[in-house]
Nanobody, 126 residues
Framework: QVQLVESGGGSVQSGGSLQLSCAAS????????MGWFRQTPDKTREGVAA???????SYADSVKGRFTISRDNAKNKLYLQMNSLKAEDTAIYYC????????????????????WGQGTQVTVSS
C-alpha cells in the first residue's frame, strides 16, 4: 500500500509555470506506475501524464510539450513540471499510483489506478 500527498499548487498567470510534487510513503514506491490526473471546475476528470517504473512516459494531447512528469525513486517523489500554463489548466491535480502494468497505466484511465492523493488546486488566470 502507498500513501500520497501532493503539494506545489497555487495561482499563476497565463503563460507561467508551476511544479507539483507528490510524496509517497512506503518502501516499494519504485514498483508503482505513477500518474497525474486533474478535475476541472465543471467536474470533468482527465488523465494528464503517467510514468512507468522504468521512466517511460505518456501524456494527454492537451499538455504535450508543456508538461513534464518525472520521478525520483530515491526520494519517493513524483513531479509534474507545468510550463506555458493556460486558463483551461485550472483544476484540482491528483497524483495516483498503481501496480497495474504499463500497458494499462499508460493509457491514463483513472480506473487503472488504485491509490490517490487528496489533490492540490492549480488556478491559472488569463
Amino acid at each position: 500500500q502507498v500513501q500520497l500527498v501532493e503539494s506545489g499548487g497555487g495561482s499563476v498567470q497565463s503563460g507561467g509555470s508551476l511544479q507539483l510534487s507528490c510524496a509517497a510513503s512506503g518502501s516499494t514506491y519504485s514498483s508503482y506506475c505513477m500518474g497525474w490526473f486533474r478535475q476541472t471546475p465543471d467536474k470533468t476528470r482527465e488523465g494528464v501524464a503517467a510514468i512507468a517504473t522504468d521512466g517511460t512516459t505518456s501524456y494527454a494531447d492537451s499538455v504535450k510539450g508543456r508538461f513534464t512528469i518525472s520521478r525520483d525513486n530515491a526520494k519517493n517523489k513524483l513531479y509534474l513540471q507545468m510550463n506555458s500554463l493556460k486558463a483551461e489548466d485550472t483544476a484540482i491535480y491528483y497524483c495516483a499510483a498503481t501496480r497495474n502494468p504499463w500497458w494499462a497505466a499508460g493509457r491514463l484511465f483513472e480506473q487503472h489506478y488504485n491509490y490517490w492523493g487528496q489533490g492540490t488546486q492549480v488556478t491559472v488566470s488569463s
